[in-house]
């Protein structure tokens, strides 16, 4: 389980529109809550 | 969580929401069209960052947690049936706050299938102090 103050681990991710981005690309311009959800429905 | 009814707030705190979800595109698209419009969704079919971030499946122990069944019946009274989901529904959720140089600032794993943090004590994390 992952920590306060840890290294948030990174990739490269699709998004539902089919566009690709690094995440650290991502959280580099404003904090990000990354919200993981059990299931599409 | 309808987190993205609260997206105003939270960006007027300065966070961006991301969500991740175990589908692939064309069914993460129409979850986002139906329930979560206004915010983007991550397509993660093969959980690979689900389990970098350390989420796991559901236990026998949260299965047979009393406020699982109790939160269930709480959903069902407010009018909101499951739905039915092609997605391994023994996946657990968990919500992550990263900061600009990130690092994790807010880790929450959720104890059961029916816990999630409230949007008040997500919203009391302030970004003074993030970098």
Redesign the interface.
């Known amino acids: 389980?992952?920590?306060?103050?840890?290294?948030?681990?990174?990739?490269e991710?699709?998004?539902?529109?089919?566009a690709v981005h690094r995440?650290?690309n991502?959280?580099?311009?404003?904090?990000?809550?990354?919200?993981?959800?059990?299931?599409?429905? | 969580m309808q987190l993205h009814r609260f997206k105003p707030q939270f960006e007027s705190a300065g966070f961006q929401i991301i969500l991740v979800g175990l589908g692939n595109p064309d069914e993460a698209e129409a979850f986002r069209k139906q329930f979560s419009p206004s915010l983007p969704i991550i397509c993660d079919p093969e959980k690979i960052l689900y389990h970098a971030y350390g989420l796991k499946k559901v236990s026998v122990a949260a299965l047979a947690s009393p406020s699982l069944w109790l939160n269930g019946l709480k959903t069902l009274a407010k009018g909101h049936m499951p739905g039915i989901s092609k997605d391994n529904v023994m996946q657990m959720s968990g919500v992550f706050l990263i900061d600009t140089a990130g690092d994790i600032r807010y880790a929450y794993y959720s104890k059961d299938p029916s816990d999630n943090p409230s949007v008040d004590s997500l919203l009391a994390l302030k970004k003074d102090g993030l970098k």
């Open positions: 389980m992952l920590e306060p103050y840890q290294k948030a681990p990174d990739a991710v699709i998004f539902s529109d089919r995440l650290s991502l959280w580099i311009k404003e904090p990000m809550f990354l919200v993981f959800l059990r299931h599409f429905g």
